[in-house]
Each structure stands twice: as C-alpha cells, then as structure tokens.
C-alpha cells in the first residue's frame, strides 16, 4: 500500500525526465510529466553517444534494445596528434552484456521510442504547454504553478498540479526553478568555441570508431572529435576561437572548405549544425526537501567524454527507484538524502574528469601549450606519455563506494579509479557485471532481477532458508524482495566468475544494479539491510 497517494511531478519532458516517469511507473507509482513546450519540438541530433548501461537502463523500460539495433555501434576510440595515430582504446565487459560500449543515436530518435512507450502506460499523464513558474511544498506534497502555453484548458492561463514529490529534469536553462529553490549553480563557462555540423556522407573507413584529432593541419592548434552515426552521417566537432562567426564563415565559404579539409572531395549534406560554449557547473544540492533535481538541470559538463546525458540518466534511476520505495511505504524519506549524496558525488566526478580534459584541449598560458606539446610529441613512443593524453576519458557508471547505503568489505576494497576503458574489480558500490542467471527455469539477466527489489545472492555454504528467516520483517513489510542461491540460478558458473564469489559469501544487490554489500555472515543482513533501506 502506497503511504503518499498523490503522483510524483517530474518537470521536463526530456531523455532524463522521460526516463524518470517510465521508471516510476514501472514501480507502479503514478507520474505526472509535465513540459513548457507545446509539443515534441525538431532539435537535431544533440546527445547522441549512449553508453552500454545507460542502454541498459533503458532496457528495463523496454527500449534499450531497440535503440541499441537502430543506433551505429562503435567500440574502439581513436586518438590521433596531427596526421599521426596515438593510441586506440577497448572497452572492458567483466560480464556478458547484451549491449555494445557505444551506440551513437540521435536524440529526437531516443525520444521518440521513449514517447512510446510513455504514451502505452496508463500511470503517466503527459502535459504539454505547462510552464512551471513557481514551487511550493509542505509535509505532505509540492504544488506547482503552471503558465499554459496557448490552447492549453485553465483558467486565465495558469494552472496548479498538486503531486507527493517532484524530480526537475527541465535542461541546463532552469535558472527560475533552481532560484526559487534556493539553489546556487557555481561553476564555470569556457570561452573556446566549439562547431558541431552532422554531415551526411560516405566515410566507410571511420565508419565504426570515434577519432579525435590533436591539432591536425586543418584545424592548426586546437581539436577535431569525429563520431559516426546511423544513415552515413558523420558528427564533426571543431574546437574553433573565441570570435569564431559561424554566419560569416557559411557566407564566405570557409565552412564548406573547413568541412572539405575533414572529408575529401565527396559528396555531403549538413543535416544539422550548431556553435556553442561549453560549461562546468553544478547545484549544492540536488535534493531539496521533496524535491530531487536531475540531468542538466543539477549539473552540466562539457561533452569531451559523452558525460552528458549517459550521467542524467542514472539520476533518473537513482531518483525512481528511491522516490518508488518511499512512496510505497518500504523505506523512509531518510533515503532521499542518500540520492545527494550519491549523484551530487556522481557529478563532481563527472566535472573533475571533464574539467582536466579541457584544461589539456586549452591549455591556459605558454608553459601549459609546451607541456602539452612535449607530451603528444612523446606519446608516439612512450607509454607513460601516452597515459598522459587526455581526450576525453569516455563515460562509465559511478561507483557509490563512499554511499551512506554501501557496506564497506575488507576483503574487497574499492582499487580507485581504474584506467580508462577497464571496470573496477567487484566490490561494494559497483554496479554489478551482468550476466545470464536462471529463475524459475526462465533466463533472465543479473541486472534485470536486481531490478525487480533488493536481490541476495547466497554463496556456497550460505543456506537460503537462514537468510530469509533474517530477514522475516522485510519480507513481511510487502517489499520486494529476492533470496536465491548461487547454485540455483548460476549452474554455468558464470555469475559466480564473475562476482568472484568465494565460499560463505552472501551478496546484496540494490535496486539499480549496485551492490550494497559482500557479507561473510547471515547475522549482518539485517543491519546492512536496515543501512540500505531506513525504516519508513
């Protein structure tokens, strides 16, 4: 029984708003999806490099898969400094995902499967033309005041929509909302340029792999990141002056030429085109009361490293999953602190990765351009200088090692960041590798039982039965939750390989795939359960 009848509110119609109400109803929880525009609006491909766990997420919403068969799949990132190549980089699967590293998209498309599946399910309601232009909230619920976009029913053009809680997803540019929640938004703009043209054409040979180019001679002292996508359509992204104007340059000619230095002589068509700056920012607090903020709205970052959209996803989820268990009565509103503490750390990771990447595109004075320099002369030759290259280290899930709900193991520390393209070693916060696991005689993935409540995994030694009976009063609250020995839904092994899971260990999954904790006692269920999930 849900303890807050009212829907949750989520603000911006968006791929992380999207994401958010799919997933909320999904855990049976009413939705109220509510966007300033009048309708979908035409914005070109914009985030279109979706990484293999965001697709996963999806996936539980039932369109990871598709978006992952129509997207153009990559799996290596080229590095190049001039004409010459540095270093290609992998991507490490300690399981057996479905899905690809990479798969680039466009963002109308995602949004569009999105819409699809959000238009079938009869706990969201979608309400287009709805401004939001003030929030207040008390003990039992937010209630939020709508400017209607013309057409739109209510009286005098304004509406209120009462809901339990709200998650804002409404993009970069919700400077009134983070204002009338009393939130700062520090951080800083970067005065570099940046192109961006998606350019139709024929490049089979880069047609599988990102390259990114250090000062190549056509475009002398700055970068060039070149992504394939779907229908022979090629992102070209220039690094380009300050003064940089994209009208005079199409008037001239100089951007046909600009383009024609990347491609050759061959045919092409811009299909889309765009010139803007990049920022690095971040809200103080990304929960508010019964407010959660999420995606561009509680941060933003440069997309040197696709960190963009595949960080505010994972908010989504972070945000559902813990809104959905305080809703339904199985945890208390304690747990919302924790989705700060978890995203916020989330995204000054995101900002402290992508902040050293531009410090190494744009370098700020001549002893940094000679560091530079020296180190992409060097990287040629020298593994230790090519460690040093930084052209975006490539977006991975974040690891919850330092959460409040993580139970630290002693025999499983957290090794640090590990080098890019690899995955940590498992252990308490990672998200977990994913890998076929047998229940009830079906097949079904690790993550997708995770996703289904709070999973325990018993190792060898560990009997089920014990483990249920210490955690009668969960099971009696109505929370959903899974108990399975290894044995049972892993007779491949596979699971336990790649757990590394050792005699007597009892595994804990949370609800997003993380894990929560690796006991070595049934006896310290109970109070890592308590830990993960504060009484309601």
């Excluded at 999806?58 to 799996?75: D, F, N, R, S, Y």
């Excluded at 540095?86 to 498309?109: H, K, M, T, W, Y």
């Excluded at 207040?136 to 709508?146: A, F, I, L, N, R």
């Excluded at 520390?413 to 009830?440: H, I, K, M, S, Y």
Aim: proline share 7%; hydrophobic share 40%.
């Amino acid at each position: 029984m849900t303890h807050h009848l009212g829907p949750v509110l989520v603000i911006g119609n968006g791929p992380v708003g999207q994401t958010a109400a799919l997933l909320l109803a999904a855990w049976e929880v009413p939705v109220v999806l509510l966007d300033a525009r009048p309708e979908r609006d035409p914005i070109g491909s914009k985030a279109i490099c979706q990484q293999r766990d965001v697709l996963d997420i999806w996936e539980h919403v039932g369109v990871g898969a598709q978006i992952a068969a129509e997207g153009l799949t990559w799996t290596e990132a080229v590095t190049l400094y001039r004409d010459s190549e540095l270093f290609r980089q992998g991507f490490v699967d300690r399981g057996e995902s479905p899905f690809p590293p990479f798969v680039n998209i466009s963002q109308a498309r995602t949004e569009k499967l999105l819409d699809e599946k959000i238009a079938a399910h009869p706990l969201i309601d979608v309400r287009w033309g709805h401004r939001v232009v003030g929030l207040e909230q008390d003990d039992d619920g937010v209630t939020v005041s709508c400017e209607l976009a013309p057409g739109v029913e209510g009286q005098g053009g304004v509406a209120e929509v009462r809901g339990s809680y709200a998650v804002v997803c409404s993009g970069a540019r919700s400077e009134a909302l983070r204002t009338c929640l009393g939130l700062t938004f520090e951080g800083k703009t970067f005065t570099d340029q940046f192109l961006i043209c998606d350019i139709r054409t024929d490049l089979p040979d880069w047609a599988f792999e990102r390259r990114f180019y250090f000062d190549p001679e056509w475009n002398p002292g700055r970068q060039v990141l070149i992504h394939p996508c779907p229908d022979s359509t090629f992102r070209i992204d220039w690094q380009v002056p300050p003064e940089y104007d994209l009208s005079v340059e199409e008037a001239s000619g100089a951007l046909d030429e600009r383009i024609r230095h990347v491609i050759g002589d061959r045919d092409y068509e811009i299909v889309w085109k765009s010139l803007y700056r990049f920022h690095s920012r971040q809200v103080d607090r990304m929960r508010i009361g019964r407010v959660l903020l999420a995606g561009d709205a509680a941060h933003l970052v440069s997309p040197f490293g696709a960190r963009g959209l595949n960080s505010g996803v994972p908010d989504a989820e972070n945000a559902a999953w813990k809104l959905a268990f305080v809703v339904r009565g199985w945890a208390g509103e304690e747990l919302l602190d924790s989705y700060h503490d978890e995203r916020h750390a989330a995204a000054a990771e995101n900002i402290e990765v992508t902040t050293a990447t531009m410090r190494f595109l744009v370098p700020q004075n001549e002893q940094e351009w000679c560091e530079r320099r020296e180190i992409l002369e060097a990287a040629g030759s020298q593994d230790s200088a090519r460690a040093r290259v930084d052209s975006g280290r490539l977006a991975e899930p974040f690891w919850y090692v330092d959460s409040p709900l993580t139970t630290a193991c002693g025999t499983r520390p957290f090794g640090g960041r590990p080098p890019r393209g690899e995955a940590p070693a498992v252990c308490p916060g990672v998200l977990v590798p994913d890998v076929q696991v047998t229940v009830d005689g079906a097949s079904v993935r690790l993550r997708e039982l995770a996703r289904s409540g709070v999973t325990v995994l018993c190792g060898e030694g560990v009997d089920p039965a014990a483990v249920r009976e210490a955690l009668g009063a969960a099971t009696e609250a109505g929370m959903p939750l899974g108990v399975h020995a290894l044995a049972d839904v892993d007779p491949r092994g596979a699971v336990a390989a790649a757990l590394e899971a050792r005699p007597g260990e009892v595994f804990v999954l949370r609800p997003d795939a993380h894990l929560a904790a690796v006991l070595d006692s049934v006896e310290l269920l109970a109070p890592t359960l308590a830990r993960l999930l504060p009484a309601a």
